[in-house]
């Protein structure tokens, strides 16, 4: 007798993003196997979907309040491995954690990580993530091969470069709103150790640490810097700027510390400007060597160590606002949003820049985000006063034509969306073919108005 596939059922759960700014009830389908989601899919007739990976994008992308959330975690198998070229091909539930543990040792890296490593393979590939090195390897989907697609319609895709590129293009970035990416085909990079030699450069302010991105960045693999956003005055946004390269020489562990917990919500009052501009002067001035070796996990991933450091915003939560500033204005972008902050009263306590290279996709329909210009991600403490901040900040983002990354949006509206994504409207005709748009919907969606 052939064994009985057990169906996946339905429960409810209280859903967020990463930020867990906004907490929503939702109906969630958690499946083993593709084949237990296609079943369901088709099934759920009128319902939306929405696929959810490891919940890491910060506002409301991953979550579908309206219909149902599919969890795709436990499709986490590896599906095959060319030792001789590196490619790849692995389910979407895949997290990058599994693919570093498993690969680093064999000598192979994922060619672009985020910023955790606690990400599917299906949210890259739906977010277009971008790591420290876009301005050498540009963003996931310069790695991509090809993943498979269910479309709305329960039409399967085979999609690349070569076949279907409207809907590859549609996709990567898209936020799961073309559909479930059910396989995906990824080129890992050969690697010459696993250890990173680490420069650290202090600059004054924010035109020493343009000036310092301009001079060394382009002669490094890795580059990101920290900025001090409390710092006013001569030291308006001075930060430190971190370089890296794969070391020549070493072994191919892969270290991971068993991540610490934060054992509470941290009551409210512990981030303050008080607190963290006393952080951000000892951080600042910290001696470091300029020059260190570090592990992988420490360089990339440094924020993991604490496998839920967003609890300690509290019950209050936080957001991150993350813009892109093309053109040779962006430094003068950056300035008005520091200033701006600061003049609110709301100024962030954790911020990080980096810059992106011209992007491979940037005349196709896409909702990638990275492009040539400058990127500022900084978080703020859930408020009253967020919609407000944001919504002057993203004057100064659209003023310098710029736009904010869908991954970490959670305050956006259509009209801003519309004068930042010029190009949704191409990329809809696109969903209209897959008849994707009337079933994958998330709060995201329904919130910018790219779906009903
Ligand atoms: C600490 C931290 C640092 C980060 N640093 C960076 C960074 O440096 N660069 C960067 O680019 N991003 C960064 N991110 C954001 C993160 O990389 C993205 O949000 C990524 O999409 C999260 O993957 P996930 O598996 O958690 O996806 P989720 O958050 O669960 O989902 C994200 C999107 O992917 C879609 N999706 C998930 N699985 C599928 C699937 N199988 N098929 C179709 N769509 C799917 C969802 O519908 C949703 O729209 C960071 C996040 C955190 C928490």
């Known amino acids: 007798m052939p064994e009985r596939e057990p169906s996946p059922t339905y429960k409810g759960m209280n859903l967020s993003g990463w930020g867990r700014f906004g907490r929503f009830d939702c109906r969630v389908l958690r499946a083993e196997k593709i084949s237990q989601f296609e079943n369901s899919i088709q099934n759920t007739v009128g319902e939306t979907l929405i696929a959810r990976g490891y919940g890491r994008s910060y506002g409301d992308a991953a979550v579908n309040q309206a219909g149902v959330t599919l969890l795709t975690e436990r499709l986490d198998r590896i599906l095959a491995f060319d030792e001789d070229t590196g490619l790849l091909t692995a389910e979407p539930g895949v997290s990058l954690e599994t693919l570093l543990s498993v690969f680093i040792p064999r000598g192979w890296m994922v060619p672009v ?7 599917s393979l299906g949210g890259a590939v739906a977010a277009d993530i971008h790591g420290k090195n876009h301005h050498r390897e540009g963003s996931f989907s310069k790695h991509l091969r090809s993943f498979k697609l269910i479309d709305g319609q329960m039409q399967k895709h085979i999609c690349s470069r070569e076949e279907n590129p409207d809907f590859f293009w549609a996709t990567v970035g898209g936020m799961g709103l073309t559909g479930l990416v059910s396989e995906v085909q990824l080129q890992l990079q050969r690697i010459p150790s696993s250890r990173i030699k680490m420069v650290a450069l202090p600059a004054k302010n924010l035109p020493e640490l343009i000036e310092a991105f301009a001079e060394h960045e382009q002669k490094h693999h890795f580059s990101v810097a920290w900025l001090d956003c409390l710092a006013g005055g001569s030291s308006l946004g001075r930060g430190i700027l971190l370089l890296g390269d794969f070391a020549e020489e070493g072994d191919f562990r892969w270290n991971r510390k068993a991540p610490l917990s934060v054992p509470f919500q941290a009551p409210n009052f512990l981030l303050n ?3 963290m501009g006393l952080f951000n002067e000892l951080y600042y001035r910290l001696p ?26 509290g019950p209050r939560g936080f957001i991150q606002y993350q813009c892109l500033l093309p053109g040779p204005n962006a430094t ?3 300035e008005q949003i520091l200033k701006l902050c600061q003049s609110e009263r709301m100024p962030s306590y954790f911020a990080v820049l980096k810059r992106f290279a011209k992007a491979e996709q940037h005349e196709h329909a896409s909702l990638s985000f990275p492009d040539e210009g400058y990127t500022l991600a900084i978080d703020f403490p ?13 004057q100064i983002v659209i003023e310098h034509a710029g736009r904010i990354y869908l991954a970490k949006d959670s305050m956006m509206n259509p009209e801003t969306f519309a004068q930042m994504y010029p190009q949704a409207q191409q990329w809809q005709e696109i969903c209209q073919r897959l008849a ?7 709060n995201l969606s329904r919130r910018l108005g790219l779906t009903d």
């Open 382 to 394: 859930g408020s009253s006063r967020l919609a407000d901040l944001c919504h002057k900040l993203d």
């Open 436 to 442: 994707s748009p009337k079933v994958f919907s998330s």
């Open 273 to 275: 400007h008080i607190s």
């Open 288 to 313: 470091r060597p300029e020059t260190q070796i570090v592990d992988a996990d420490k360089f990339f991933f440094p924020l993991d160590r604490f496998s839920n450091w967003n609890y300690m915003y």
């Open 113 to 119: 990580v985020p910023g955790t490593k606690f990400v």
């Open 332 to 334: 003068k972008g950056l």
